[in-house]
């Protein structure tokens, strides 16, 4: 199984809400990513979780709070966001982190719109 | 930081024709991987390269890297219509599964 889930596929939140991404994956990896997309421009990087310890956050926003409850899961808790805070969000796993690179599976992605 | 350029942005091309997208860097490589993203999808993983001047091959694709582990080439022969989408050069950042990933190249292909 080389499959990376994240649900739901499609969010609409108001600026004073409060949700939940989620992201599991059962390749038996140790490293978690959430990015960040916006249109036409590449993924970029908001927390790595290695071995179920958040080891890289990219400066991002405290609006944004990741979690890793285990190997398997990663979430990440919205409250208060901006509008210039819709875009894709994307999990990838994989097997490590290590200074050569591990490649990275990515689920499909939350679309997510704030009004 | 490290910086990995990548050209052209957009490139549409006729069914059957070839197409390349290149990376490249300031700094010396310890790798590079290449993404393929299908409009409204995500990024799929396509290849590593990690020793100077590799070639590697995946069907229609070809993937190099370059002697001196700064840049690096995707080119895919006589295109199809299922080629269409963004290509991604990503690169390592120090340690610890950061990539950096290029702008992207989104190719197009007319029937």
């Known amino acids: 199984d080389t499959e990376v889930t994240q649900t739901p596929k499609h969010l609409v939140m108001g600026m004073t809400n409060k949700k939940s991404l989620k992201c599991e994956q059962h390749m038996g990896h140790r490293a978690m990513y959430w990015y960040k997309q916006k249109a036409k421009k590449p993924p970029e990087l908001m927390f790595v979780?290695?071995?179920?310890?958040?080891?890289i956050n990219e400066s991002v926003p405290s609006r944004f709070s990741p979690e890793c409850p285990n190997s398997s899961l990663l979430n990440l808790h919205l409250h208060a966001l901006q509008p210039e805070d819709s875009a894709l969000y994307l999990c990838?796993?994989?097997?490590?982190?290590?200074?050569?690179?591990?490649?990275?599976?990515f689920g499909p992605g939350t679309r997510l719109t704030v009004t | 930081g490290q910086q990995v350029m990548q050209i052209p942005q957009y490139q549409h091309v006729q069914e059957g024709e070839d197409f390349t997208t290149y990376c490249n860097s300031s700094?010396?490589?310890?790798?590079i991987q290449w993404y393929k993203q299908r409009p409204g999808g995500h990024p799929v993983f396509l290849i590593q390269?990690?020793?100077?001047?590799e070639v590697k091959k995946q069907k229609r694709l070809t993937f190099q890297f370059g002697e001196a582990k700064k840049n690096s080439s995707l080119h895919i022969t006589a295109t199809q219509t299922t080629d269409v989408g963004t290509y991604f050069c990503?690169?390592?950042?120090?340690?610890?599964?950061?990539?950096?990933f290029g702008q992207g190249t989104e190719l197009s292909v007319k029937p």
């Open positions: 700094t010396t490589l310890s790798n």
């Open positions: 990503a690169v390592p950042y120090n340690q610890g599964g950061k990539l950096i």
């Open positions: 390269l990690v020793k100077s001047g």
């Open positions: 990838a796993s994989s097997q490590g982190v290590n200074r050569y690179s591990y490649e990275q599976y």
């Open positions: 979780y290695s071995y179920e310890k958040l080891s």
